[in-house]
C-alpha cells in the first residue's frame, strides 16, 4: 500500500485549526474577488456610461450587498456543516460511508459519538461489581427494571427471587393495596414520561408463610426511555417490626372483639323481647330508650363483625364457600334490611336487575355484606328523599357487574385514592355518619378473594357509583386456571 492510500486521522486539536483556517482562507478569497468585481463595475460604469457619480455608487453598493448575502449564505452552509453531520449521527440518519465526512475531517468525531452510545447503552448488569457492592451496603432494598419490565438489577435486602425459567421476579404482595404494582407501571408507561408511586405496608410473602414475612413501605419510580437501560427504580424500606406492633393490637382487638360477641347477642335479644313487650301503656320516653339502646346495641354489633372479618382476613381466615347463585337471589337475600335502612331514613332503593343474567360464583353471606355496605353507605350520604339504584349487567365474557350508585355528596379525587384502606375515613363522612373506616376494606378483601374487581367513580357534590365484578359460575374454573393463586391476586381498580 502507498502513502497515498494510508487514512487520514484528524484529532480533535488538528481539526479545530485546519476546519478554522480552511473557512478563513475561503473567507478572504471571497471578500478579495467581490471587491475586485465591484471595483472593475466601478470603473465601466464611470468611464463608459453618462450616469452619476452618485448613481453609480448606489449600484455598486447594492451589488455588493447581493454578493455578501449570497456569499455569507454559502459561507455559513460550509461552517454548519459538521453540526449537521453530528445531528444525523445522533439521530441515526448518517451515512456513514459519504466519502464528505473524511474530507471535511468528521471521521474522528463520529467514531467516538458511536463509543459514547456503545458505553451508555450497556446495561448496568453488566458493568463491573463496584456498584453492586455499594448497592448491597446500603440499608434499603434496591430493584431495577428495564423498558420491558424485567429486573436487570437487585440489592441483597430486595424482596426478589428466581422463577422456575431462572428469571428474577419480586416477590411481594400488592394485595391490600390500591393498586398493584404492575397495574400502576402499565398505567405509567401509557400515559407519563415520570411518575412516582408509594405503597404502604406490603408483605413480600404469599399466604402460608406468614411466620417469616416481611412487610415493606414501597417507592417507585418511573421515567420512560433512560438512556441507562433502567426505567423503573424500586426501594423499599423494612419496615416489619412497626408493623408487626401493630398487628398485635389488631389482634388484641379482635380478641376482646370475639370476648364481646356473646354477651352483645345476648343484649340485643333482651332488647327484642322488651320491644315486642311494649304495648300502648308504654311511656314515650320508655320507647325512645329501649329504641337507642337497641340502636347502639347495634352498631357495636356491626364493630365486632368487622374486626373479627379484619382479624380472617389479614390472617388468610377468610374461607369462601362458593357456590352457583343468581343475582336476584342475592338481591332477594339483602333485599329487607337494606328496605327497611331506607324507609327508616326516608330514601328510596331502586332495583334494576335483568332476568337473563347468567349466575355467578360467589359466597352469598360474603357477597352480601359488601351489597349491604355499599348500599348502607349510599343511603347515609343521599339527601333526604334521594334515589339510590342497584344495577347488575353482564360486562364481559367472565364477569358480572353490580353497581350502587347515589346521588348524595360524592368525593373528591384525592378521598377516592384512599378510600379502601383500612380505617380510612375523610372529614366528610366523619361529619355525616359515625363509622370504623373498615367497611369498604372488607369488602375489598371480599371482592379480591373473589376474584373480581371493586372501585368507585365520584364527582363531588353530585353523587358516587360504587361498583365491584364477580366472575361468572360456568367461567369460574377457567378464570382460577389462568391465576397462579386465585385467592391473592389483585384486581382493584380505583378509578382516581
Same mark, same amino acid.
Given at each position: 500500500?502507498?502513502?497515498?492510500?494510508?487514512?487520514?486521522?484528524?484529532?480533535?486539536?488538528?481539526?479545530?485549526?485546519?476546519?478554522? $483556517?480552511?473557512?478563513?482562507?475561503?473567507?478572504?478569497?471571497?471578500?478579495?474577488?467581490?471587491?475586485?468585481?465591484?471595483?472593475?463595475?466601478?470603473?465601466?460604469?464611470?468611464?463608459?456610461?453618462?450616469?452619476?457619480?452618485?448613481?453609480?455608487?448606489?449600484?455598486?453598493?447594492?451589488?455588493?450587498?447581493?454578493?455578501?448575502?449570497?456569499?455569507?449564505?454559502?459561507?455559513?452552509?460550509?461552517?454548519?456543516?459538521?453540526?449537521?453531520?453530528?445531528?444525523?449521527?445522533?439521530?441515526?440518519?448518517?451515512?456513514?460511508?459519504?466519502?464528505?465526512?473524511?474530507?471535511?475531517?468528521?471521521?474522528?468525531?463520529?467514531?467516538?459519538?458511536?463509543?459514547?452510545?456503545?458505553?451508555?447503552?450497556?446495561?448496568?448488569?453488566?458493568?463491573?461489581?463496584?456498584?453492586?457492592?455499594?448497592? &448491597?451496603?446500603?440499608?434499603?432494598?434496591?430493584?431495577?427494571?428495564?423498558?420491558?419490565?424485567?429486573?436487570?438489577?437487585?440489592?441483597?435486602?430486595?424482596?426478589?427471587?428466581?422463577?422456575?425459567?431462572? @428469571?428474577?421476579?419480586?416477590?411481594? &404482595?400488592?394485595?391490600?393495596?390500591?393498586?398493584?404494582?404492575?397495574?400502576?407501571?402499565?398505567?405509567?408507561?401509557?400515559?407519563?414520561?415520570?411518575?412516582?408511586?408509594?405503597?404502604?405496608?406490603?408483605?413480600?410473602?404469599?399466604?402460608?408463610?406468614?411466620?417469616?414475612?416481611?412487610?415493606?413501605?414501597?417507592?417507585?419510580?418511573?421515567?420512560?426511555?433512560?438512556?441507562?437501560?433502567?426505567?423503573?427504580?424500586?426501594?423499599?424500606?423494612?419496615?416489619?417490626?412497626?408493623?408487626?406492633?401493630?398487628?398485635?393490637?389488631?389482634?388484641?382487638?379482635?380478641?376482646?372483639?370475639?370476648?364481646?360477641?356473646?354477651?352483645?347477642?345476648?343484649?340485643?335479644?333482651?332488647?327484642?323481647?322488651?320491644?315486642?313487650?311494649?304495648?300502648?301503656?308504654?311511656?314515650? @320516653?320508655?320507647?325512645?330508650?329501649?329504641?337507642?339502646?337497641?340502636?347502639?346495641?347495634?352498631?357495636?354489633?356491626?364493630?365486632?363483625?368487622?374486626?373479627?372479618?379484619?382479624?380472617?382476613?389479614?390472617?388468610?381466615?377468610?374461607?369462601?364457600?362458593?357456590?352457583?347463585?343468581?343475582?336476584?337471589?342475592?338481591?332477594?337475600?339483602?333485599?329487607?334490611?337494606?328496605?327497611?335502612?331506607?324507609?327508616?331514613?326516608?330514601?328510596?332503593?331502586?332495583? @334494576?336487575?335483568?332476568?337473563?343474567?347468567? $349466575?355467578?360464583?360467589?359466597?352469598?353471606?360474603?357477597?352480601?355484606?359488601?351489597?349491604?355496605?355499599?348500599?348502607?353507605?349510599?343511603?347515609?350520604?343521599?339527601?333526604?328523599?334521594?334515589?339510590?339504584?342497584?344495577?347488575?349487567?353482564?360486562?364481559?365474557?367472565?364477569?358480572?357487574?353490580?353497581?350502587?350508585?347515589?346521588?348524595?355528596?360524592?368525593?373528591?379525587?384525592?378521598?377516592?385514592?384512599?378510600?379502601?384502606?383500612?380505617?380510612?375515613?375523610?372529614?366528610?363522612?366523619?361529619?355525616?355518619?359515625?363509622?370504623?373506616?373498615?367497611?369498604?376494606?372488607?369488602?375489598?378483601?371480599?371482592?379480591?378473594?373473589?376474584?373480581?374487581?371493586?372501585?368507585?367513580?365520584?364527582?363531588?357534590?353530585?353523587?358516587?357509583?360504587?361498583?365491584?365484578?364477580?366472575?361468572?359460575?360456568?367461567?369460574?374454573?377457567?378464570?382460577?386456571?389462568?391465576?397462579?393463586?386465585? $385467592?391473592?391476586?389483585?384486581?382493584?381498580?380505583?378509578?382516581?
Amino acid at each position: 500500500m502507498s502513502d497515498y492510500d494510508e487514512p487520514v486521522v484528524i484529532h480533535a486539536s488538528d481539526f479545530y485549526r485546519k476546519w478554522l $483556517t480552511r473557512n478563513l482562507s475561503i473567507f478572504i478569497v471571497i471578500q478579495l474577488l467581490a471587491a475586485t468585481i465591484i471595483a472593475i463595475m466601478f470603473y465601466l460604469l464611470t468611464t463608459h456610461t453618462s450616469l452619476e457619480i452618485f448613481m453609480i455608487f448606489c449600484i455598486c453598493m447594492i451589488s455588493f450587498f447581493v454578493m455578501e448575502t449570497v456569499v455569507g449564505a454559502l459561507i455559513i452552509k460550509k461552517t454548519a456543516k459538521p453540526i449537521m453531520i453530528v445531528s444525523q449521527k445522533i439521530s441515526n440518519n448518517l451515512d456513514n460511508n459519504d466519502p464528505e465526512i473524511d474530507k471535511n475531517g468528521m471521521r474522528y468525531f463520529l467514531d467516538e459519538i458511536g463509543k459514547t452510545e456503545q458505553k451508555t447503552n450497556v446495561p448496568i448488569a453488566t458493568n463491573n461489581g463496584m456498584l453492586q457492592k455499594i448497592m &448491597d451496603s446500603l440499608p434499603i432494598g434496591i430493584i431495577a427494571f428495564d423498558r420491558n419490565g424485567k429486573i436487570i438489577m437487585a440489592n441483597n435486602l430486595a424482596p426478589t427471587y428466581i422463577d422456575e425459567t431462572g @428469571e428474577t421476579k419480586m416477590q411481594l &404482595d400488592f394485595r391490600t393495596a390500591n393498586c398493584s404494582f404492575d397495574d400502576w407501571l402499565i398505567w405509567a408507561t401509557e400515559n407519563r414520561i415520570s411518575d412516582e408511586k408509594v405503597w404502604n405496608r406490603i408483605e413480600d410473602t404469599t399466604p402460608n408463610n406468614v411466620a417469616s414475612r416481611r412487610i415493606f413501605d414501597v417507592i417507585a419510580h418511573y421515567y420512560k426511555n433512560a438512556t441507562n437501560g433502567i426505567e423503573t427504580i424500586v426501594i423499599t424500606v423494612d419496615r416489619t417490626a412497626e408493623y408487626e406492633d401493630e398487628e398485635d393490637s389488631v389482634s388484641f382487638i379482635a380478641l376482646a372483639a370475639h370476648e364481646l360477641r356473646a354477651p352483645i347477642t345476648v343484649v340485643r335479644g333482651y332488647l327484642d323481647v322488651l320491644s315486642q313487650k311494649m304495648d300502648s301503656s308504654t311511656s314515650p @320516653e320508655i320507647k325512645k330508650i329501649i329504641e337507642r339502646i337497641a340502636n347502639g346495641a347495634n352498631s357495636l354489633s356491626g364493630y365486632i363483625t368487622n374486626m373479627l372479618s379484619i382479624s380472617r382476613y389479614e390472617h388468610e381466615d377468610l374461607k369462601l364457600n362458593i357456590t352457583e347463585l343468581s343475582i336476584v337471589k342475592i338481591i332477594n337475600n339483602i333485599s329487607d334490611s337494606v328496605g327497611l335502612s331506607a324507609h327508616t331514613m326516608n330514601r328510596r332503593l331502586i332495583f @334494576e336487575i335483568p332476568s337473563d343474567l347468567p $349466575t355467578v360464583a360467589a359466597d352469598l353471606s360474603l357477597i352480601s355484606e359488601v351489597l349491604t355496605n355499599l348500599i348502607g353507605n349510599a343511603i347515609k350520604y343521599s339527601p333526604d328523599g334521594g334515589a339510590i339504584i342497584i344495577r347488575a349487567e353482564k360486562t364481559s365474557d367472565n364477569f358480572v357487574t353490580l353497581s350502587v350508585q347515589d346521588h348524595g355528596v360524592g368525593m373528591p379525587e384525592n378521598v377516592m385514592k384512599n378510600l379502601f384502606s383500612k380505617f380510612y375515613r375523610s372529614h366528610k363522612s366523619k361529619n355525616v355518619s359515625s363509622g370504623t373506616g373498615l367497611g369498604l376494606y372488607i369488602s375489598r378483601a371480599i371482592i379480591k378473594n373473589h376474584g373480581g374487581e371493586i372501585g368507585v367513580d365520584s364527582v363531588e357534590g353530585k353523587g358516587s357509583t360504587f361498583f365491584f365484578t364477580l366472575p361468572i359460575f360456568a367461567k369460574y374454573d377457567d378464570i382460577k386456571t389462568k391465576k397462579t393463586d386465585f $385467592t391473592i391476586q389483585t384486581h382493584s381498580k380505583i378509578i382516581h
